[in-house]
C-alpha cells in the first residue's frame, strides 16, 4: 500500500546527457520568391441586355443557359406599330419627290420664261428658285426620318452583342418592355477571362525596394505588364494555370491599403464546351516577384521561435548544438522554408525535438534527409524527404 501512493520518480531532463535527435543537412537549390493572393474570375465582356424600342416581347427563342453567337436573335419585340410608322415615313418620301419633281419643272420653265426681257421679274425668278431648294431639303428631311423608323423597326428584333453564355429570361413572353430601360437578360463572354486580384501596400514596398537597391538587376516591379502570373482553383494542388498580368491600376485604395491588378487567362473547356473558369469563381492567385536564386531551406518544424525571434540549433562536428538566429522568408510548396540568413550551406540541424535540447548540448544524432510535405486537399501530409 505505501508503494503504491509512493508517486512516480519523472525523468530527469539532465539525467540523459547525449540525447537522440534528428538531423537533416539544409538544403540548398534555385528558388523563386513569391507572393499569393486570393482572385476572383471576371467575364471580359459582361452584357446587359436591354431593348431599344418599347413594345411587347412576342417571341424569345434563345434557351436559357446555352451558349450563344453574337447575331443570335434572343427576344422579338411586337413589330407591327413601327411597321405602320415606317410605311407612313415612306409614303412622305414619296410626297415630297414628287413635289421636288414639279419645283424643279416650275423653276426650269421659269428661268426660260426670264430669257425675255421684261417678261418675268427678278423677285418671281428667286421665288421659283427658292421653291425647288425648299423641296430639296423636304426630301432629305423625309428620308432621314424614314432611316429612323427603319432602325426602329429593326431593334424590334433584340440581338446578341457578343458571343457569351446567356442567362435566364429575365422577362417572358407577352410582357412590355421600356426603350433603354428593361434589363431582359445577361450575356457574358468565356475565353479569354479576367483574374482579380489586390496587392497589398507592404507586397508592393518590398518589390519596390528590391528592384531601387539593385539586388534583382532584371526583376520588374509586381505591377508591369505582361510579368506571368500562376493560378489554381480551390480543389486543385498548386498552381497549374499559367496567366499574364495585363492591367494594374493608377493608384492605392487608402481605405484598403491595397493595389487592384488583374490577369487573362484562357479558359479550358471539357468535351461538353463546359469553361473551367466561370464569372465570379474563387482562385488562388501566385505571383513571382524575384529571379531564380540560390536559396538554403529547411523544414518549417526545425525553426523555434524565442520571444518573437526565430532561431534554430545547428550541430557542430563535435555533435554539439549551436544556437542560432535566422532569419526566414518564404515558405515553398514542399513546406520547406527559405532562410535568408544565419545558415551556411553543408550545416546540419535538428529537425525533431528542439524542445528537447540546449545550446551547447552534445547529441546522438540520427541523421535523416530533410523532410518535406506537400499540400493536398489544405492539409499537409508527409512525403518522401528530398534529398
Not at 235 to 247: M, S, V
Request: net charge neutral.
Amino acid at each position: 500500500m505505501l508503494l503504491g501512493c509512493t508517486p512516480p520518480k519523472l525523468p530527469d531532463p539532465d539525467g540523459d546527457k547525449n540525447p537522440a535527435v534528428q538531423v537533416s543537412t539544409v538544403v540548398q537549390r534555385q528558388i523563386t520568391e513569391n507572393v499569393r493572393f486570393t482572385g476572383r474570375f471576371n467575364a471580359i465582356n459582361y452584357v446587359e441586355i436591354k431593348p431599344r424600342a418599347t413594345g411587347y416581347v412576342v417571341s424569345t427563342p434563345f434557351k436559357e443557359g446555352s451558349y450563344v453567337q453574337k447575331g443570335d436573335l434572343l427576344f422579338a419585340i411586337d413589330p407591327r406599330p413601327y411597321q405602320a410608322k415606317l410605311d407612313d415615313a415612306s409614303g412622305q418620301v414619296k410626297l415630297y419627290e414628287a413635289k421636288l419633281k414639279l419645283a424643279k419643272a416650275d423653276n426650269l420653265r421659269a428661268k426660260d420664261v426670264g430669257k425675255t426681257p421684261g417678261a418675268i421679274s427678278k423677285q418671281e425668278l428667286d421665288k421659283y428658285v427658292a421653291a425647288e431648294e425648299e423641296a430639296v431639303a423636304a426630301v432629305e428631311a423625309s428620308k432621314a426620318s424614314l432611316e429612323v423608323r427603319n432602325l426602329d423597326l429593326e431593334f424590334c428584333s433584340v440581338i446578341s452583342p457578343i458571343s457569351g453564355r446567356i442567362s435566364k429570361y429575365f422577362v417572358t413572353l407577352g410582357n412590355l418592355v421600356t426603350q433603354d430601360s428593361t434589363q431582359l437578360t445577361t450575356v457574358v463572354s468565356e475565353d479569354p477571362i479576367y483574374c482579380y486580384f489586390d496587392a497589398d501596400e507592404r507586397t508592393l514596398l518590398k518589390v519596390i525596394r528590391k528592384v531601387q537597391s539593385k539586388k534583382e538587376q532584371s526583376a520588374s516591379t509586381i505591377d508591369s505588364i505582361d510579368r506571368p502570373v500562376f493560378i489554381g482553383l480551390a480543389d486543385e494542388k498548386g498552381f497549374p494555370h499559367q496567366g499574364t498580368l495585363n492591367f494594374s491600376s493608377n493608384l492605392i485604395d487608402s481605405q484598403t491599403g491595397t493595389i487592384n491588378l488583374r490577369a487573362i487567362i484562357k479558359n479550358i473547356f471539357k468535351n461538353d464546351k463546359t469553361p473551367l473558369f466561370v464569372h465570379g469563381m474563387f482562385c488562388r492567385v501566385l505571383v513571382p516577384i524575384s529571379n531564380p536564386k540560390n536559396a538554403i531551406l529547411i523544414a518549417d518544424r526545425a525553426i523555434g521561435t524565442d520571444q518573437g525571434l526565430k532561431f534554430v540549433y545547428v550541430m557542430d562536428k563535435d555533435n554539439k548544438l549551436e544556437y542560432r538566429r535566422v532569419t526566414v522568408g518564404e515558405l515553398q510548396p514542399d513546406n520547406l522554408r527559405a532562410i535568408e540568413s544565419g545558415l551556411n550551406a553543408d550545416e546540419k540541424v535538428v529537425v525533431s525535438g528542439i524542445h528537447l535540447v540546449r545550446p551547447g548540448t552534445i547529441i546522438k544524432p540520427d541523421l535523416i534527409e530533410m523532410p518535406v510535405t506537400q499540400f493536398l486537399d489544405g492539409s499537409l501530409t508527409e512525403t518522401k524527404p528530398s534529398k
